[in-house]
């Protein structure tokens, strides 16, 4: 077991404290390390602590203070898959304590490793693949090229760092409400809250058909086109 502490990234001294209290109280329940790292999200895609996570065995704890969904899709971004890594959101919590309680961990003993230095912010989108239907629009609608496919003709976030900061137009545009920003608080489902899902509404379907030239086509893309075609008869009468 391997118990992950994700550092907050504003200058909070509460938040640190619990981190801090956090880290000492795991140190005290797990067998193995516990490590403190950098604010998940701004961890560069070519950073090696990436290559650290993967290659630890056996199942993880990772605390930070995303929502769930938003960290476990940064994570498996970075091949950490989500069997065995259990996510917790330390906002959650009331106290470090309870935080620990809410862990699947064993009893045993480990010692603290800190590799929280700063690095620089980033600002991108995450991509929930439980719900991407493949699409593409998002990487039509995107100016900025941070689309792409993979190899296997999958949508990736190929240039994260384009991304314009402070800006979530894509999630919004997504008809499957697969695209998160988990930094963007201000509106909980485009951050990845749970029960909440980002939906297209008239404005942003309109900005995707002003932009592309191309019509927006929802979820149910079949059943669209059928009241499409029957308002056409209509008028037709
Ligand atoms: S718009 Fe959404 S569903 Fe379509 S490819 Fe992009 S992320 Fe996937
Ligand atoms: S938020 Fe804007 S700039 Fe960033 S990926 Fe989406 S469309 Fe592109």
């Known amino acids: 077991m391997t118990f992950i502490i994700a550092r907050t990234d504003e200058e909070d001294p509460a938040r640190t404290e619990f981190e801090d209290r956090l880290a000492e109280l795991a140190a005290g329940r797990v067998e193995a390390d516990v490590l403190i790292v950098p604010h998940i999200y701004h961890v560069a895609h070519n950073d090696p602590l990436w290559q650290n996570l993967c290659s630890i065995d056996g199942p993880m704890v990772v605390a930070t203070w995303l929502y769930p969904r938003g960290a476990e899709w940064v994570l498996r971004s970075h091949g950490i898959g989500s069997a065995g890594v259990q996510t917790l959101n330390m906002a959650d919590f009331g106290s470090p304590e309870e935080c620990l309680d809410a862990c699947e961990i064993g009893p045993g003993s480990g010692s603290v490793r800190d590799l929280s230095d700063r690095i620089e912010p980033r600002w991108y989108p995450v991509i929930d693949y439980s719900r991407c239907a493949n699409c593409g629009q998002c ?7 941070v689309y792409g496919e993979d190899e296997a003709g999958a949508i990736r976030a190929v240039a994260p760092d384009n991304c314009k900061d402070g800006c979530p137009a894509c999630a919004r545009v997504c008809p ?12 909980p489902a485009v951050a990845g809250a749970p029960g909440v899902i980002a939906e297209p509404d008239e404005a942003a379907k309109r900005l995707f058909e002003e932009r592309t030239k191309t019509k927006h086509v929802g979820p149910n893309a079949a ?12 008028e037709g009468n």
């Open 139 to 145: 990487r039509q609608f995107c100016l900025f090229d």
């Open 176 to 187: 499957h409400g697969a695209i998160m920003f988990p930094l963007y608080l201000r509106d």
């Open 223 to 234: 059943l669209d086109d059928l009241i499409d075609d029957l308002e056409q008869l209509m």
